[in-house]
């Protein structure tokens, strides 16, 4: 379905009709219940915390570790079920988002899990699941992560996957693949899974359960188990070689062998990072147990040991009972959002509660591990935060840039040196076409979404416009402005990454509205006028994008070619970029903003939180999305509160970075 406007051109260029006399009543009331909401969210040491919820393949690979090394907690994988079947939608299948398309690598999961479980194949989900992975052209159609599930579990055989010699941990950074050319995530995931290629261990799969029944061709006689991902060229030649390599491989010399195995074991085992977890996300994590129990290790060894105890701390119980796995847990990412929006209150209770969130934050620095990004900046100093609890190896830019602008609006002093090695790090992260990734430097080897292995697109971490803008805001509230070179190269990356509608692609937030207000608040920031051809095209295209009801929303299905516009449904937290993204153009008076105000006075927040299904973030566009429940909080509570302040000062001006 395509998206719904409202009149544009009734609403550009100035103020709307007169305001009701009572909105910013409304407003001011709305705003005292959501943050006192938000404010019983908060955990006694000062930081927040909420669920991150992805789709079924989590929970499902859980089910499949267990089964992995026959280490089974009935209990436990019975209530990732109850979780499993309720999600599945009415098409049969199991999408990447909440009310998407049927995904047959999802799909294949959640069935082969289910029926680990011991959910009978006759069963009317069993039978519509597998109607439809069949009507997808079958679990030979799968990408490759699920089917080196499948091979470990013997449903596929090796030759079903593409050959990832692990001598590619020995390569050294001139050779064309290399981890360093990788990103974070993918480092972290295929370092162990290498070691599983290399040594084919064998799932126990006590209960010998199989889904022969969801292949179209029995997997022995699959001819084409890998395609070209991107139609290139280069693609049809890595084809190839994957050809050469699956018949030179056996006779790699075993002396080799042995020491690639044992450096990927170091790499990772470096990393472990305690119950936090290797690249504290959970396939990497999985990945490290099953290659950990492959070579041996004993039951008691103290890295399996907290291998195991870091994915436990993955599991997220719902109220009714049932429980799922998340992908990772996101405390700092909250913490610092819920700080902003704690901090735009103007409250006292906002105040202190975001002091409380700051100093928390604080003694999360990260300023004694040089991580992988010192692989493209060996003499830069760290200075960042991570995304989670615990992850040194490896800060994430868009996290530190936010918490440096919340430190920074505090204006207490004691957060000054923090702040400073965090400006010197974002500085030294710029990449050099003039954005920022988010967790690397020139992590934009493109020529390796090319390789088979690459079929879901997401090797790499090139800069993206989102994040480059959070960067932006955050050197411009310190005070910088174009006279700053960073600052420069980063205006003229985003005025090169303008779309020609005038948004912004959104990499971590979907879509288009959540890079249009990134970028909007930064260019606000740095001080580009409002009357610039890029700021007014894109306050154009929000206002174009709203919804009848005054809302904004955004649905997964954007990320594909073609599906541009698609709405099902307008939510708060997408709402809320709008707002702040318009807000920080300069238009707080144009009726759009009174009617997006509105649309958020409707909802009401319990215990702080606005009601929102849907996902509207991005783990990796057209393959992983990622439900926030946090964002439905503080995204629209923060715009409330702007918008209250920006009227009751009779001022159009955004001051902070965001």
């Known amino acids: 379905m395509s998206f719904e406007t409202v009149d544009a051109a009734q609403m550009h260029g100035g103020s709307g009709p007169a305001m009701p006399a009572d909105l910013l009543t409304q407003v001011e009331a709305k705003i005292g219940t959501a943050s006192e909401g938000l404010k019983s969210r908060q955990k006694e040491d000062g930081h927040w915390l909420f669920e991150l919820e992805a789709d079924a393949t989590i929970p499902a690979e859980y089910i499949f570790l267990m089964h992995y090394l026959d280490e089974i907690d009935e209990e436990l994988e019975r209530d990732f079920a109850v979780y499993l079947r309720r999600i599945q939608e009415d098409h049969g299948g199991w999408p990447l988002f909440h009310k998407g398309d049927a995904d047959i690598s999802a799909t294949v999961k959640a069935y082969y899990a289910l029926k680990l479980v011991g959910d009978d194949v006759d069963a009317p989900h069993m039978k519509k699941a597998r109607e439809v992975i069949l009507s997808l052209g079958g679990a030979e159609r799968a990408n490759v992560f699920t089917r080196y599930a499948l091979a470990l579990f013997e449903q596929v055989p090796w030759r079903g996957v593409p050959v990832m010699p692990v001598e590619l941990m020995l390569m050294p950074n001139w050779f064309p693949v290399h981890m360093g050319k990788l990103s974070y995530w993918s480092r972290t995931v295929v370092a162990p899974l290498l070691v599983l290629a290399a040594l084919k261990p064998k799932a126990k799969n006590p209960r010998n ?286 005025r090169a990454e303008q779309e020609e509608d005038g948004s912004w692609f959104g990499r971590w937030g979907t879509n288009y509205v959540y890079g249009t207000w990134s970028v909007l608040c930064a260019l606000n920031a740095v001080g580009i006028e409002k009357d610039d051809p890029m700021m007014r095209r894109a306050v154009d295209y929000l206002l174009k994008f709203q919804q009848a009801d005054g809302g904004w929303g955004e649905d997964g299905g954007t990320y594909w070619e073609g599906r541009v516009g698609e709405v099902k449904e307008s939510t708060p937290s997408q709402t809320a970029w709008a707002l702040l993204g318009l807000m920080a153009a300069g238009e707080v008076d144009n009726e759009a903003v009174e009617k997006g105000v509105s649309y958020l006075l409707k909802g009401e927040p319990k215990d702080g939180k606005w009601d929102e299904e849907w996902f509207t973030a991005v783990g990796f566009p057209r393959v992983f999305y990622l439900r926030y429940h946090g964002y439905s909080a503080f995204f629209p509570l923060w715009a409330l509160s702007r918008y209250r302040n920006l009227k009751r000062g009779n001022s159009q001006h955004v001051q902070w970075g965001m």
């Open 209 to 494: 359960v199989h889904i022969r029944e969801l292949f179209k061709t029995d997997p022995n006689d699959v001819k084409d188990w890998h395609q070209n991902p991107t139609g290139k060229l280069a693609g049809d030649f890595f084809l190839g070689l994957d050809k050469v390599l699956r018949v030179v491989e056996p006779f790699f010399p075993k002396t080799s062998r042995k020491k690639a195995i044992d450096k990927a074991f170091s790499f990772f085992t470096e990393r472990l990072n305690g119950e936090d977890g290797l690249g504290a996300i959970f396939p990497a994590m999985a990945n490290a147990v099953m290659a950990m129990e492959a070579v041996g290790y004993p039951k008691d060894h103290p890295d399996l040991v907290i291998a195991k105890a870091s994915l436990k701390k993955l599991i997220a119980e719902r109220p009714d009972g049932e429980k799922y796995v998340q992908p990772c847990l996101s405390p700092v990412w909250d913490t610092s959002l819920s700080a902003h929006a704690m901090l735009e209150t103007a409250s006292d209770l906002g105040e202190g509660a975001a002091a409380e969130a700051c100093d928390w934050l604080l003694e999360r620095e990260i300023t004694d591990v040089k991580g992988d990004w010192a692989w493209m900046a060996p003499d830069l100093a760290p200075g960042g935060w991570a995304f989670q609890y615990n992850n040194d190896h490896y800060p994430d830019v868009d996290d530190t840039a936010v918490v440096g602008m919340a430190l920074h609006r505090t204006g207490d002093p004691k957060y000054q040196a923090a702040i400073d090695r965090a400006e010197k790090w974002i500085v030294g992260m710029q990449s050099s076409n003039g954005g920022w990734g988010a967790f690397d430097i020139d992590n934009d080897a493109d020529i390796l979404n090319n390789i088979p292995f690459a079929d879901h697109g997401a090797l790499l971490d090139p800069p993206t416009a989102d994040v480059s803008a959070r960067c932006l805001s955050f050197l411009a509230q310190l005070g910088h402005g174009m006279e700053h070179e960073a600052v420069k190269r980063g205006v003229e990356y985003l």
